[in-house]
């Protein structure tokens, strides 16, 4: 029965396992080159066991460009040279991921007309590329050859064809986009043959991949699983052998952009049976490796188990712990950081140019300014801790910034006390996020951290607030994470009871009142998804919700972690009515006022209850009264606290907190 741990033969070459860390944006280029951050970025996901290493996906032609600083493969050379030598004295095997998004890139950085198999303008940009002459579709397999020649002479040990998701090749293949009226409009996989031959001949022996796109979910026009399934034998069955040693099976076009990487509110392993499907169609010499939400370590060995994949690739996953590969292999799996496919760090293709990075392990895209907090110090026994050589720390608040500075001092052979006023630890998150429709995964990340903090010998008390007075007879260190309140209404109120928090309802789990909560209105100034998943929820009990949102759209920033077309998706299909550019004025009795914002023009909607899903404040009532109370430099922040905003804030302050100390003792 094949397991993770198994090896994988690609062609003649063989990768210690069955674990990919796949190819995917994150920013860290110069330029357009293979950066030290992207070596170490590499380099830690080959020390931390993965089999098989894809670097993030650089354009073979100058004529593509299609974020600031995506890879261009000819000034990667030697980047590429310093992965693969990072990563093959970790035990990885390295491919160079190349491609060209053609009409799905953007014009703006090189100022050029893009590049496409026929003028269909791309459903997003609304852009409309150039209709490639005989020449350019010459160049372009020219290009794909000349790229895959470099890396290979710069040490990877091949490369992945990019025929996915956002590629000039997938284009070619789709009648979505392909109305030509030659050959290559004739034979739409004509391009993807020969630029798979043209490459085969320029790295002979080396490892060949293909990234698929096998169900564009356009069945009127686009690629179809079955359709996918006979080009991919027909790939396979050249003359001369394989095109190509292994394909990765993906899904998603330009009509579902957000469909490769789809956040928590996807199913994981949703790719399972399209990647059985092909693994079927196709001969056991070529691999198939799935995509698609691989997180769970069980779903994992469970569809390789199964033989509907050889390999999967679990790229989330190891940007939340680049450690997963070896613990898996070394039966910790227990130990694994989970990934909660939130999206919020780790998508990065979009405006602001963010640098990947996790929620859960902050370090992750910081390889080289960040340290890692757990390699200066491994933590005793907690049964065989001696006398600590400086004083204990008191961490007052467990939810995320306070778990993780507890853990992480521990970790330093700090003694650690971490109180939390609640029963339960996590905070916000387990009170509140974690119970927003597709954010349950959240939950699971605070169980970690907890179950860390216990291992590493960190005395937990729960239930109990700590006072000023307690504090104040504490020799040592104290670390606040007392988290955020509600905050300022910018609305009046004129009936006690008709408007509630979203953060109290979502703990309360109902809104006030045995009859059920009515009509409501959702309130969300900030755009994210609190206010989207409380109006989802609330819909599901069948009653009128309306979604009150300053901007044009509802959920404005879940833009970045690919959630707002499907957001505005299940909304409308739960019945939610969204009053956009609308702000609430006032709640009464009777019912909830709504002004726009450009018109002026109100509404009152009547009987309803309002549900403020709005910004909050700091809860640092004990923090400003210990810096009263305290010597300078006894008391530091961390988290909401400081300035409520998200997970990845808070663990990251949390973990910087616990450094500054362990590097003063």
Same mark, same amino acid.
């Given at each position: 029965?094949?397991?993770?741990?198994?090896?994988?033969?690609?062609?003649?070459?063989?990768? $210690?396992?069955?674990?990919?860390?796949?190819?995917?944006?994150?920013?860290?280029? $110069?330029?357009?080159?293979?950066?030290?951050?992207?070596?170490?970025?590499?380099?830690?996901?080959?020390?931390?066991?993965?089999?098989?290493?894809?670097?993030?996906?650089?354009?073979?032609?100058?004529?593509?460009?299609?974020?600031?600083?995506?890879?261009?493969?000819?000034?990667?050379?030697?980047?590429?040279?310093?992965?693969?030598?990072?990563?093959?004295?970790?035990?990885?095997?390295?491919?160079?991921?190349?491609?060209?998004?053609?009409?799905?890139?953007?014009?703006?950085?090189?100022?050029?007309?893009?590049?496409?198999?026929?003028?269909?303008?791309?459903?997003?940009?609304?852009?409309?590329?150039?209709?490639?002459?005989?020449?350019?579709?010459?160049?372009?397999?020219?290009?794909?050859?000349?790229?895959?020649?470099?890396?290979?002479?710069?040490?990877?040990?091949?490369?992945?064809?990019?025929?996915?998701?956002?590629?000039?090749?997938?284009?070619?293949?789709?009648?979505?986009?392909?109305?030509?009226?030659?050959?290559?409009?004739?034979?739409?996989?004509?391009?993807?043959?020969?630029?798979?031959?043209?490459?085969?001949?320029?790295?002979?022996?080396?490892?060949?991949?293909?990234?698929?796109?096998?169900?564009?979910?356009?069945?009127?026009?686009?690629?179809?699983?079955?359709?996918?399934?006979?080009?991919?034998?027909?790939?396979?069955?050249?003359?001369?052998?394989?095109?190509?040693?292994?394909?990765?099976?993906?899904?998603?076009?330009?009509?579902?952009?957000?469909?490769?990487?789809?956040?928590?509110?996807?199913?994981?392993?949703?790719?399972?049976?399209?990647?059985?499907?092909?693994?079927?169609?196709?001969?056991?010499?070529?691999?198939?490796?799935?995509?698609?939400?691989?997180?769970?370590?069980?779903?994992?060995?469970?569809?390789?188990?199964?033989?509907?994949?050889?390999?999967?690739?679990?790229?989330?996953?190891?940007?939340?712990?680049?450690?997963?590969?070896?613990?898996?292999?070394?039966?910790?799996?227990?130990?694994?950081?989970?990934?909660?496919?939130?999206?919020?760090?780790?998508?990065?293709?979009?405006?602001?140019?963010?640098?990947?990075?996790?929620?859960?392990?902050?370090?992750?895209?910081?390889?080289?300014?960040?340290?890692?907090?757990?390699?200066?110090?491994?933590?005793?026994?907690?049964?065989?801790?001696?006398?600590?050589?400086?004083?204990?720390?008191?961490?007052?608040?467990?939810?995320?910034?306070?778990?993780?500075?507890?853990?992480?001092?521990?970790?330093?052979?700090?003694?650690?006390?971490?109180?939390?006023?609640?029963?339960?630890?996590?905070?916000?998150?387990?009170?509140?996020?974690?119970?927003?429709?597709? $954010?349950?995964?959240?939950?699971?990340?605070?169980?970690?951290?907890?179950?860390?903090?216990?291992?590493?010998?960190?005395?937990?008390?729960?239930?109990?607030?700590?006072?000023?007075?307690?504090?104040?007879?504490?020799?040592?260190?104290?670390?606040?994470?007392?988290?955020?309140?509600?905050?300022?209404?910018?609305?009046?109120?004129?009936?006690?009871?008709?408007?509630?928090?979203?953060?109290?309802?979502?703990?309360?789990?109902?809104?006030?009142?045995?009859?059920?909560?009515?009509?409501?209105?959702?309130?969300?100034?900030?755009?994210?998804?609190?206010?989207?998943?409380?109006?989802?929820?609330?819909?599901?009990?069948?009653?009128?919700?309306?979604?009150?949102?300053?901007?044009?759209?509802?959920?404005?920033?879940?833009?970045?972690?690919?959630?707002?077309?499907?957001?505005?998706?299940?909304?409308?299909?739960?019945?939610?009515?969204?009053?956009?550019?609308?702000?609430?004025?006032?709640?009464?009795?009777?019912?909830?006022?709504?002004?726009?914002?450009?018109?002026?023009?109100?509404?009152?909607?009547?009987?309803?209850?309002?549900?403020?899903?709005?910004? $909050?404040?700091?809860?640092?009532?004990?923090?400003?009264?210990?810096?009263?109370?305290?010597?300078?430099?006894?008391?530091?922040?961390?988290?909401?606290?400081?300035?409520?905003?998200?997970?990845?804030?808070?663990?990251?302050?949390?973990?910087?907190?616990?450094?500054?100390?362990?590097?003063?003792?």
């Amino acid at each position: 029965m094949t397991s993770l741990a198994d090896p994988l033969r690609l062609g003649l070459l063989t990768a $210690r396992n069955r674990i990919v860390f796949g190819p995917h944006e994150t920013n860290l280029g $110069r330029r357009r080159a293979i950066s030290e951050r992207h070596v170490a970025y590499y380099r830690a996901r080959a020390a931390g066991g993965a089999g098989l290493v894809v670097t993030e996906e650089a354009s073979v032609d100058g004529s593509d460009w299609p974020y600031e600083r995506a890879p261009l493969a000819a000034e990667c050379e030697a980047g590429w040279g310093e992965v693969a030598a990072a990563c093959h004295a970790e035990g990885a095997l390295v491919i160079a991921a190349i491609g060209h998004s053609g009409g799905q890139g953007s014009s703006a950085y090189h100022q050029q007309a893009l590049l496409g198999p026929s003028s269909v303008p791309d459903v997003v940009t609304r852009e409309i590329p150039k209709a490639m002459e005989a020449a350019d579709v010459e160049a372009i397999v020219g290009a794909f050859a000349r790229a895959a020649a470099s890396a290979v002479a710069a040490g990877a040990d091949g490369v992945e064809v990019s025929a996915g998701q956002w590629s000039l090749l997938r284009q070619f293949v789709s009648s979505l986009t392909n109305r030509r009226d030659d050959r290559y409009g004739a034979d739409h996989l004509l391009l993807v043959e020969e630029t798979l031959a043209s490459v085969r001949a320029a790295i002979p022996g080396a490892v060949v991949g293909l990234r698929a796109s096998c169900d564009e979910l356009a069945p009127w026009a686009g690629i179809v699983p079955e359709t996918a399934a006979k080009h991919l034998v027909r790939l396979a069955s050249y003359p001369r052998g394989p095109l190509f040693d292994y394909v990765t099976v993906v899904r998603g076009s330009g009509y579902a952009t957000w469909a490769t990487r789809p956040d928590a509110h996807t199913p994981a392993a949703f790719n399972a049976e399209l990647a059985a499907s092909i693994r079927g169609a196709l001969p056991a010499s070529v691999a198939v490796v799935c995509q698609g939400s691989l997180v769970e370590i069980d779903e994992a060995e469970a569809l390789l188990s199964a033989g509907k994949a050889d390999a999967v690739e679990m790229t989330r996953a190891q940007i939340a712990d680049p450690e997963l590969a070896s613990k898996i292999v070394s039966g910790r799996r227990d130990r694994v950081r989970p990934c909660v496919l939130c999206n919020q760090l780790c998508q990065v293709r979009d405006v602001r140019n963010p640098i990947v990075a996790c929620i859960g392990e902050p370090r992750s895209g910081h390889e080289t300014t960040d340290p890692d907090p757990l390699a200066l110090a491994a933590p005793p026994a907690p049964s065989v801790r001696s006398a600590p050589a400086a004083k204990a720390v008191i961490v007052v608040g467990a939810g995320p910034a306070g778990l993780e500075c507890a853990r992480v001092l521990a970790h330093q052979a700090r003694e650690v006390v971490l109180f939390e006023r609640e029963d339960s630890l996590g905070g916000m998150v387990t009170r509140a996020a974690a119970r927003v429709p597709g $954010r349950e995964r959240l939950a699971s990340l605070v169980g970690w951290l907890e179950n860390e903090c216990r291992l590493a010998g960190v005395t937990i008390v729960s239930g109990h607030e700590l006072t000023l007075e307690e504090l104040d007879m504490h020799d040592g260190p104290v670390v606040c994470c007392t988290g955020s309140r509600p905050g300022r209404r910018q609305y009046e109120v004129v009936a006690p009871g008709a408007a509630v928090m979203a953060a109290d309802l979502l703990a309360a789990e109902r809104l006030p009142g045995a009859g059920g909560p009515g009509p409501a209105v959702v309130w969300d100034p900030a755009g994210g998804p609190v206010g989207v998943g409380v109006a989802e929820l609330l819909a599901a009990l069948g009653d009128r919700v309306v979604l009150a949102t300053p901007d044009f759209v509802a959920g404005a920033e879940l833009a970045r972690s690919g959630d707002l077309v499907p957001a505005n998706t299940r909304l409308a299909r739960a019945g939610v009515e969204v009053a956009r550019h609308s702000v609430v004025r006032g709640v009464d009795g009777s019912g909830v006022t709504v002004e726009d914002r450009f018109s002026g023009s109100r509404q009152v909607i009547a009987g309803a209850v309002l549900v403020d899903a709005g910004y $909050r404040l700091p809860e640092d009532s004990l923090a400003r009264a210990l810096a009263a109370s305290l010597p300078p430099g006894s008391v530091q922040l961390a988290g909401d606290v400081v300035a409520p905003r998200t997970i990845h804030e808070a663990i990251l302050e949390g973990r910087r907190a616990a450094l500054r100390l362990a590097g003063a003792r």
